[in-house]
């Protein structure tokens, strides 16, 4: 199952995660640079949400706190909460 995200901050405007239990199954971006929202979906495939926060929560884009890798992990998290 789906779950979408609308992003804050960043220039995507939402993500698509699809998560087996705690894996990354999909990902899917709307918007933003198409050359690192291709490769970031690549890059987190079979993580777990854990592993995906460990690696990109907190990153920041052009001074604006946020970027698209860290609103990834939040809606990983979101969407494994949604899931429970």
Same mark, same amino acid.
């Given at each position: 199952?789906?779950?979408?995200?609308? =992003?804050?901050? =960043?220039?995507?405007?939402?993500? &698509? +995660?699809?998560? #087996?239990?705690?894996?990354?199954?999909?990902?899917?971006?709307? *918007? *933003?640079? %198409?050359? %690192?929202?291709?490769?970031?979906? !690549?890059? +987190?495939?079979?993580? =777990?949400? &854990?592993?995906? &926060?460990?690696?990109?929560?907190?990153?920041?884009? %052009?001074? !604006?706190?946020?970027?698209?890798? #860290?609103?990834? /992990?939040?809606?990983? !998290? /979101? /969407?494994?909460? /949604?899931?429970?």
């Amino acid at each position: 199952m789906s779950y979408f995200y609308k =992003t804050k901050g =960043t220039c995507s405007t939402m993500i &698509e +995660v699809e998560l #087996d239990g705690n894996i990354v199954k999909n990902v899917k971006f709307t *918007g *933003g640079c %198409n050359g %690192n929202l291709q490769a970031i979906p !690549r890059l +987190v495939q079979g993580l =777990t949400v &854990e592993q995906v &926060e460990q690696k990109i929560s907190g990153i920041s884009c %052009n001074g !604006r706190g946020t970027s698209c890798g #860290d609103q990834l /992990a939040k809606a990983c !998290r /979101a /969407a494994y909460e /949604a899931s429970l």
